[in-house]
Every structure is written in structure tokens, then in C-alpha cells.
């Protein structure tokens, strides 16, 4: 994000400084914010998208029922994804 610049009301904001400014915030102020910046990356969502998901999810969930879908407990896949973060 480095470079990066924007234009509102005369003054120029960097990633940097609205970072800044936004850690500022009180905890609930930043949490509106990151809510409202994760709804935003939801606008351009393909409309079939949540069709798609469903029927997605209905695949996995026949392909479980017919034992045909490896299962793992909680705890194992968080010690995988813990594992491939690292």
C-alpha cells in the first residue's frame, strides 16, 4: 500500500496516516469501521455467488452423509491451519 494516496477535502491521505488515524478510534469506533470496510468488499460479490455456496454446500454435505468426505476434529484443524500460518 505503500504510495498510495487519496484526495478528501483538500488533504491528502496515505494508507499510512488513515491507518494512524483509524487506530485512534475507541475499540467500538474501529469495530463499526472494520465492519463497514468488510461489508464494502462484499458489494462487487457476483450475484449467483450465495447460489453457488449453497450449492457447494450441499455437495459436501451429500458427500459426508455417503462417507465419501474425510472428516477432522476441531481441534486437529486448528493445529493444521496454526501449523501452515507459521
Not at 469506533?29 to 462487487?44: F, I, P, Q, V, Y
Not at 455417503?66 to 486437529?76: F, I, S
Amino acid at each position: 500500500m505503500n504510495g498510495n494516496t487519496i484526495i478528501i477535502e483538500g488533504m491528502i491521505l496515505t494508507f499510512e496516516t488513515l491507518e494512524a488515524a483509524a487506530k485512534q478510534l475507541s475499540v467500538k469506533e474501529r469495530a463499526a469501521l472494520a465492519h463497514t470496510l468488510l461489508k464494502s468488499l462484499d458489494e462487487g460479490e457476483d450475484d449467483d455467488a450465495e447460489e453457488l455456496w449453497a450449492a457447494e454446500i450441499h455437495r459436501r454435505a451429500d458427500l459426508y452423509k455417503r462417507g465419501e468426505m474425510e472428516t477432522v476434529d476441531l481441534d486437529e484443524a486448528m493445529a493444521r491451519i496454526r501449523s501452515r500460518l507459521k
